[in-house]
């Protein structure tokens, strides 16, 4: 396994999301299994595991501090604040809330410190950006955290240059996380120069596309009935239909540069910049060990000018969000007529 520089640590080039145990693609896996994954995962090479209060309203942090209690002086531990479950109308019931005021804030971090059996949360994310709340505010209070000695190092999810701009007066931010692939391309825009001229860590979530850029692709018509990808722009069926034309090419270059597809995705990604990790998630343990694989495959340059050309936003069809996903977020976005 490589190793790059995240802040002050040395994680995995390739390293865990751990959403896709417990959220968003369809029904959780059993917990056991879960845990099994991660384990596997930390025996071949990863040290650096990412979670989020609002994965499985909780459900996330718990199997991942249950797993690594442990080992946790062994592994870096992100986990991410300021978009939580909360039991808005007194019934038990969670509903998923942005809310980024300190006293929020504050909550979020004491309780996933419970649920992850830490003392300590190495990078703490703003997941999203409380557009209601100056960003000042929001990471001066997770500055405090800090001081406290709650979390090591602050991280941004889903910003844009400016706004990780604003933050990095405020405290340094370590790390940037957000989708990009080769089929999401808006960090080039403007956020992955911010952060190499900030000295600012790339973390990218999502590097296979959310299954696409595989051997075998989502059936769109088969996905649960909870799986995010039902309301994204991409995978609905007449974009879903034109996107999937884009694979055989794909697929054949994957071949011909001696991977698989999904593989060539995350090693395009690591070819990019020594200052960008790779973050895919999986529930399956063949997944994982391909996906970590990936960390081991060279591109030429043809090969890397090949997969730029054949995916990008000008070939892919349909947005990366929905407009009240896309509302949430604050990353630049192309104009009208590119994905």
Known sequence: ??????????????SLGCMNICHAYGAPIP????????????????????????????????????????????IVLASKGGMAGVDVSGDGKLVRVIDGRPEALRKNVEDSLRRLQTDVIDLYYLHRWDKKVPVEDSVGEMSRMVERGYV?????????????????KVHPI???????SLWTRNPE????????????????????????????????GALDAKDIRRTMPRFQPDNWAANLKLLPDYQ?????????????????????????????????????????????????QAV???????????????????????????????PAGAA
Not at 1 to 14: D, E, I, T, W
């Open 304 to 334: 890397m000018d090949k997969a730029d050309a054949l995916i990008n936003q000008h070939t892919v069809t349909g947005l990366r969000y929905s407009a009240q996903s896309e509302s949430e977020v604050d990353t630049e976005t192309f």
């Open 252 to 300: 054949a270059l994957a071949q011909q540069a001696g991977c698989t597809p999904a593989q060539l995705a995350i090693a395009w990604l690591l070819h990019k910049a020594p200052h960008l990790i790779a973050l895919p998630g999986t529930s399956s343990l063949a997944h994982l060990q391909e996906d970590l694989a990936a960390a081991e495959v060279r591109l030429s």
């Open 174 to 180: 370590t790390a940037l996380q957000t989708e990009y």
């Open 31 to 74: 917990q056991d299994q879960a845990e099994r994954l991660l384990l596997s995962a930390f025996e071949l090479g990863v040290n650096h595991f990412d979670t989020a209060a609002i994965y499985g309203f909780g459900v996330s942090e718990t199997i991942v501090g249950r797993t690594f209690a442990r080992h946790r002086d062994k």
């Open 152 to 168: 090591r190092t602050l991280g941004l999810s889903e910003a844009s240059a400016i706004t990780l701009r604003r933050a990095h």
């Open 1 to 14: 396994m490589q190793f790059r520089q995240l802040g002050p640590f040395k994680v995995s080039a390739v």
């Open 189 to 220: 825009i403007a956020v992955l120069q911010a952060c190499r001229e900030l000295g600012v860590a790339f973390v990218a979530f999502s590097p296979v596309a959310r299954g696409f850029l595989s051997s075998s692709p989502p059936d769109v």
